[in-house]
């Protein structure tokens, strides 16, 4: 069983910065793809950014230039360092894994950080 934890949401003013982590815990898993989406009141969850390890990253057009997604030293961390944050980046996030356990492939996600942004 592999868990994502999220940390770093929170309250943050209209053009200020926060940066969101996640953690994978599990035992012999390997990691193919971490990410973040997001889901705001009444609104379908949406991707925001994802890295494929040592590979390439992939963000929403939303929140490019302002988003950076970032991948821990030891591959099982990744980082959402939000820049320029707007009122609409309000939403929970939600940390995103793709894993594989010996033959066994699956997507695992994290309880989600809420991040309010006062404007």
């Known amino acids: 069983q592999v868990q994502l934890v999220e940390s770093g949401g929170g309250l943050v003013q209209s053009g200020g910065s926060l940066r969101l982590s996640c953690a994978a815990s599990g035992s012999r898993f390997s990691i193919y793809v971490m990410g973040w989406y997001r889901q705001a009141p009444g609104k379908q969850r949406d991707m925001v950014a994802t890295k494929i390890s040592g590979g390439s990253t992939n963000y929403a057009d939303s929140v490019k230039g302002r988003i950076t997604i970032s991948r821990g030293n030891n591959q099982n961390t990744v980082y959402l360092e939000m820049n320029s944050v707007k009122p609409e980046d309000a939403a929970v996030y939600y940390c995103?894994?793709?894993?594989?356990?010996?033959?066994?492939?699956?997507?695992?996600w994290g309880r989600g950080t809420q991040v309010t942004v006062s404007s």
């Open positions: 995103y894994a793709l894993i594989t356990q010996g033959t066994v492939a699956g997507t695992y």
